[in-house]
């Protein structure tokens, strides 16, 4: 049974940083991409960002790249560095995979995990 477990969620101010992590198991993941998504209350999925087996990486937009960074440690487990937190970031964060390259599709991704809650007070 393939799973996806993240980790790292929990209750920060405005301007900490904080670092999710996820990691599969069940399956190798060599040839899948892994991706962040979250769900704010009331708004649908969006993506974040998303990472290759070898590295390669697509951020949503400006105003994520450049405090998110997203990076894989191995097949299995791979990382979301965030700083610079500001409220709007307060969210559920789900952690994907696909089998292929990375992508921003919510419909692309064979996997998904539970989530982990970030929270970030003013």
């Known amino acids: 049974q393939v799973q996806l477990v993240e980790s790292g969620g929990g209750l920060v101010q405005a301007g900490d940083s904080l670092r999710l992590s996820c990691a599969g198991s069940?399956?190798?993941?060599?040839?899948?991409?892994m991706a962040w998504f979250r769900q704010a209350p009331g708004k649908e999925r969006e993506f974040v960002a998303s990472?290759?087996?070898?590295?390669?990486?697509i951020y949503r937009e400006n105003s994520v790249k450049g405090r998110f960074t997203i990076s894989r440690e191995n097949s299995k487990t791979m990382s979301l560095q965030i700083n610079s937190l500001k409220p709007e970031d307060t969210a559920v964060y789900y952690c994907?995979?696909?089998?292929?390259?990375?992508?921003?599709?919510?419909?692309?991704?064979?996997?998904w995990g539970q989530g982990t809650q970030v929270t970030v007070s003013s």
């Open positions: 994907a995979a696909r089998d292929g390259r990375p992508s921003s599709g919510t419909g692309e991704y064979d996997y």
């Open positions: 069940g399956r190798t993941f060599n040839t899948y991409a």
């Open positions: 990472i290759s087996w070898s590295g390669f990486s």
